[in-house]
């Protein structure tokens, strides 16, 4: 009965235009005071004669009402999808095909309408929380169109970012168990967030050999992130392809009795990734160097040289350099180990990069996305890979002069064709507006945290393209572990709050540790010159007491033992120095 509806109903239709409509609220309506309050982030539902339109409300004012008292104030609200089907078989869809009229009533959405919005789909869904208006309701996201179209979270430190992220993968190893993840873990936070299903890599057990970095990553790595000298360069450029050649016709030539000849003819590229020993490069730049007579030219080969030794003999660089001299066609065995192929239980990789020599992180990112994107792209995508970018404004930035180059190429090249050859994105970053803007426009799915910075949330609203881009305001004032989700994973654009994460996955850097002021209490100068012994040894070759990188050496022991999580210690300890005796993380 028209008459009924009118009475209880929130308000009214008043004006429509595209995807908004304006809305009067009733003096009159007989709801309660709890049940009115009809605030920005509410969702409402239109009645029309085919179907209840789900809208936003996005303002509230009671400024230039119409002269008559039948208005207590006006609504805006965003138009975002209907139910169809009548009650018996309810059904939410995204879109408005049925545009309300005016006069239309409007009701605050029932807890029914709230779950047949938000009901999963299909048996591809993870549970990632509750919506922050009714913790009634859980919030599914869908994963296929999640990860398909790839993803990204954004939002300020402090604010539950990593442990999102760590809920996120977590639920996402639960439903797809053979999918792969490959994690890029910036500040070795991630080490025990996902148990026995992950393996940890870091500079002490990862081998990445150098002749798997192309031109411009090994020149990177030769000059420390410094531009190359064009010369060298050039030197480079023409002894590289020739060791190749060299390295292969040894193997062919010992294998088959074959005669060396004509390096030339085997028709490798600077990239090609194939081995190559350094005592070849080094013998071919010596060769070049004799057959010199004017001494100006043979200080240049003698500095390339002398470059190349001092990064091979450098012990930072073991990761790439052990046996560089011994050669050893090992990219099946580093693929195989770094991408899970076979998986054998543990499907996802977690590399931590804070211990990497700072010159050489951007080459060996470089080297791993390009990896990622290439199997895909040359298996033809049959084994599905995410691969999950922390701090992804360091190595895609907006500013083409900041940054490595083939790094920002390799991550959005993943953003543009991964899709196609089953290689997804996943970024992470509290920095939006400074994470170059044709990637993040990629994510067709963005979880969105606290960001206070302007021009964060103005890149934000460039990117959304959704009716309720208006959500947004609410950005700066979102609470810890509260998420405005948007996009092709969530049914509509949502308020949610993450579930709560088991301690055993919560991320937890050893940056932590200085942030209890009573552990310095009882610190002498035997403290300090146990911990300079620990750093001074990680940068040289000998064994020193203390030191987390011994365990991790081959032979070592004969047992490997899980190591206890780096903890912060409340008081004084009583074995004084047992904090040094843990591995970091």
């Known amino acids: 009965m028209p008459g009924s509806i009118i009475v209880t109903s929130l308000g009214r239709v008043i004006s429509v235009r595209g995807s908004l409509a304006r809305v009067g609220l009733l003096a009159a309506s007989k709801l309660g005071v709890s049940e009115v309050r009809a605030t920005v982030g509410r ?68 807890h029914e309408e709230l779950r047949t919005v938000y009901a999963p789909s299909g048996s591809d869904q993870i549970n990632v929380g509750t919506l922050q208006q009714d913790p009634s309701v859980i919030a599914y996201v869908d994963i ?129 990734p194939v081995p190559y020993r350094l005592v070849d490069l080094i013998t071919l730049i010596d060769e070049r160097m004799g057959k010199l007579e004017n001494r100006s030219s043979r200080i240049l080969y003698h500095k390339l040289i002398s470059r190349v030794e001092t990064v091979r003999n450098d012990p930072r660089y073991t990761f790439m350099f052990d046996n560089a001299n011994v050669g050893g066609d090992t990219m099946a065995e580093v693929i195989s180990h770094l991408f899970r192929l076979p998986a054998n239980g543990r499907p996802m990789t977690v590399m931590q990069l804070a211990g990497f020599p700072a010159e050489v992180i951007d080459s060996v990112v470089s080297v791993l996305c390009r990896m990622a994107f290439d199997f895909g792209l040359w298996s033809d995508g049959v084994s599905p890979l995410l691969f999950v970018c922390e701090e992804a404004h360091r190595y895609a930035s907006a500013d083409r002069n900041i940054g490595f180059g083939p790094t920002r190429k390799a991550v959005s090249r993943i953003a543009k064709e991964g899709r196609k050859y089953g290689v997804y994105l996943g970024l992470v970053t509290q920095r939006p507006a400074e994470l170059d803007a044709t990637i993040i426009s990629q994510c067709n799915t963005l979880f969105t945290m606290r960001l206070a910075n302007d021009r964060d949330q103005a890149l934000l609203r460039s990117a959304v393209s959704d009716a309720a881009a208006n959500l947004l305001s609410f950005v700066p004032s979102l609470g810890t572990r509260e998420v405005l ?25 050893e940056a932590t540790i200085a942030t209890v002021p009573s552990v310095a209490a009882g610190h002498d100068m035997h403290f300090v010159a146990a911990v300079l012994e620990r750093w001074r040894g990680a940068t040289s070759h000998r064994d020193v007491p203390n030191d987390p990188t011994i365990n991790d050496r081959p032979g070592s022991r004969t047992m490997s033992v899980e190591a206890p999580m780096l903890q912060p210690s409340m008081g004084l300890d009583p074995d004084r120095f047992s904090l040094l005796k843990k591995p970091l993380r």
Request: proline share 6%; hydrophobic share 40%; with cysteine.
């Open 144 to 272: 296929e169109e999640m990860l398909s179209k790839h993803f990204a979270v954004l939002g300020s430190t402090g604010v539950g970012k990593s442990t999102g992220v760590s809920l996120l993968l977590n639920e996402i190893l639960k439903s797809r168990p053979n999918l792969r993840i490959f994690l890029l873990d910036v500040h070795n936070e991630y080490g025990r967030c996902f148990g026995d299903r992950s393996v940890v890599l870091n500079p002490r057990n990862l081998k990445l050999p150098f002749w798997l970095f192309n031109f411009e990553e090994i020149v990177d790595v030769l000059f420390a992130g410094r531009p190359g000298v064009p010369e060298e360069l050039d030197i480079l450029a023409e002894v590289i392809p020739v060791a190749k050649g060299l390295y292969t016709q040894h193997q062919t030539a010992d294998r088959l009795g074959l005669k060396r000849s004509d390096v030339r003819t085997v028709g490798y590229t600077v990239d090609t």
């Open 485 to 509: 989700a948007f996009g092709e994973g969530v049914a509509l654009p949502t308020r949610l709050r993450f579930k709560e994460v088991p301690p055993h996955q919560l991320p937890r850097s």
């Open 43 to 110: 969702f409402v539902s239109i009645r029309c004669a085919n179907s209840a339109i789900v809208a936003m409300i996005t303002e509230v004012s009671c400024e230039n009402l119409p002269a008559s008292d039948t208005y207590i104030a006006t609504a805006s609200v965003d138009l975002l999808g209907e139910i169809l089907g009548g009650p018996d078989r309810p059904k939410f869809q995204r879109g408005v095909t049925n545009y309300p009229t005016i006069g239309d009533a409007v009701d605050l959405i029932t």
